[in-house]
């Protein structure tokens, strides 16, 4: 799998010399082209990766603490990039937030690299956790918001839960796209589900 893009990422080092593009787009490839060799996440080392990808190890830890982070990166970029919300109304950015776990959905089906891959990162506990930390709650803190403003704006009842209720929005995407993938995940899903919740999560109308 080709890696079309790559994101920056929250935190990481920046000492040593600026960062170049291609270098790290040859390590993430590296990394890829190594899974898609079958090497598990759990056998591959700094050194391997940087042999792969042509570069010294220092390079990598120029850029990268070690694996997990470096991990996190190359799933990040093999993902679809995060939706622009159209900010029109609360309806427009869950329906987007939606459609773009459902695209996740289908790449993960149509990728066994990707699939395997989380996988086997949940099979390790600090990789999963570096994962939920940069990736997974950004996008949660996003749904926050976007039910927030919906609530300031009078879209959504102000006396519920906003946790909650991204839960509920979310969670019927999650399941048909990770725990039933042999579920389809028609085009009108996402509105679907957002419809369907909102018929009694608006605020009565007098």
């Not at 939706?83 to 309806?91: A, E, N």
């Not at 399941?175 to 018929?199: K, Y």
């Amino acid at each position: 799998m080709s890696l079309a893009h790559s994101r920056p990422r929250h935190g990481g080092p920046t000492r040593g010399r600026p960062r170049s593009e291609a270098v790290e787009r040859a390590i993430l490839e590296g990394v890829m082209k190594l899974l898609e060799d079958g090497v598990p996440l759990g056998e591959l080392s700094i050194e391997r990766i940087a042999r792969t990808a042509g570069v010294g190890k220092a390079t990598i830890y120029r850029r990268w603490s070690g694996k997990e982070e470096l991990f996190v990166d190359v799933l990040r970029a093999a993902e679809p990039p995060d939706p622009d919300l159209p900010g029109t109304s609360m309806r427009d950015d869950l329906i987007v937030l939606l459609e773009s776990l459902r695209q996740r959905g289908l790449l993960n089906r149509s990728s066994a690299i990707l699939h395997n891959v989380h996988a086997q990162m949940k099979s390790s506990p600090k990789l999963w956790a570096a994962y939920d930390a940069t990736v997974i709650a950004p996008r949660r803190q996003l749904g926050y918001e976007v039910l927030r403003r919906g609530q300031r704006n009078g879209e959504l009842r102000t006396d519920l839960d906003i946790e909650l209720l991204n839960d509920l929005f979310v969670g019927p995407m999650l399941v048909r796209a990770v725990m039933r993938p042999d579920t389809e995940l028609p085009e009108d899903l996402a509105e679907r589900i957002v419809d369907t919740l909102l018929e009694g999560l608006r605020p009565d109308r007098p």
